[in-house]
Nanobody, 127 residues
Framework: QVQVVESGGGSVQAGGSLRLSCAIS????????MGWFRQAPGKEREGVAA???????SYADSVKGRFTITNDNAKNTLYLQMNSLAPEDTAMYYC?????????????????????WGQGTRVAVSS
């Protein structure tokens, strides 16, 4: 059974940084696609970043240059380093893992692509 558990959320001022972590157990790391999503109040869940087993990464335009997704296979942990945070980054952040062998540039940000989801970790950025 795959379990996904996020941590690292919190409250920061604009311009600050946070690093989110996602521990994934019971998941095959031979080939994979994993991602981070976020959902602000009253808005749809949106893709933030994704990474697959060949090291390819994808980012939403709104976070390019500020956020970095990495994966530590040895620790079965996915990370999202978030720098230069802004109030519009305030949201619940979710980690997700897919049974697909690769993320793909055309649909990595689609929620239907992912099979396993965590409960989320909240990020609040004040101005």
């Amino acid at each position: 059974q795959v379990q996904v558990v996020e941590s690292g959320g919190g409250s920061v001022q604009a311009g600050g940084s946070l690093r989110l972590s996602c521990a994934i157990s019971g998941y095959s790391y031979s080939t994979y696609c994993m991602g981070w999503f976020r959902q602000a109040p009253g808005k749809e869940r949106e893709g933030v970043a994704a990474i697959d087993s060949d090291g390819s990464t994808s980012y939403a335009d709104s976070v390019k240059g500020r956020f970095t997704i990495t994966n530590d296979n040895a620790k079965n942990t996915l990370y999202l380093q978030m720098n230069s945070l802004a109030p519009e980054d305030t949201a619940m952040y979710y980690c997700a893992a897919s049974e697909a062998k690769a993320c793909g540039p055309g649909n990595w940000y689609m929620t239907w692509k992912y099979d396993y989801w965590g409960q989320g970790t909240r990020v609040a950025v004040s101005s």
